[in-house]
């Protein structure tokens, strides 16, 4: 089974910049897409961007212009810029079709969470 390890977050001041990062562990054929996403407290998970294999990236409009992903085969970054008080949440690491061998199914996979905290 495939692990997804977060590091990089922590406590930032409102304007700062944050760099979260997301590597696969273990053996793995592909990853169609990678992202992360987050989760508030008393507010349900949002995607905040997202990255497909051949490059195509989305971005939740409350973070566009101030978030930038990027990924190579088993690992996922998100620069975060600009940060706002209303960034504050737990963000996950997600790993979607998911090939361990070629001919396998694709599964999906979830970071444990990292906490992101932006001070006003």
């Known amino acids: 089974q495939v692990q997804l390890v977060e590091s990089g977050g922590g406590l930032v001041q409102s304007r700062g910049s944050l760099r979260l990062s997301c590597a696969a562990s273990?053996?793995?054929?592909?990853?169609?897409?990678m992202g992360w996403y987050r989760q508030a407290p008393g507010k349900p998970r949002e995607a905040v961007a997202t990255?497909?294999?051949?490059?195509r990236t989305n971005y939740a409009d409350s973070v566009q212009g101030r978030f930038t992903i990027s990924r190579d085969k088993k690992t996922v970054t998100l620069q975060m810029n600009s940060l706002k008080p209303e960034d504050t949440a737990v963000y996950y690491c997600?790993?979607?079709?998911?090939?361990?061998?070629?001919?396998?199914?694709?599964?999906?996979?979830w970071g444990q969470g990292t906490q992101v905290t932006v001070s006003s």
């Open positions: 273990g053996m793995v054929y592909s990853i169609n897409t």
């Open positions: 997600n790993a979607n079709g998911v090939y361990l061998q070629p001919f396998d199914r694709p599964y999906e996979y």
């Open positions: 990255s497909t294999r051949d490059g």
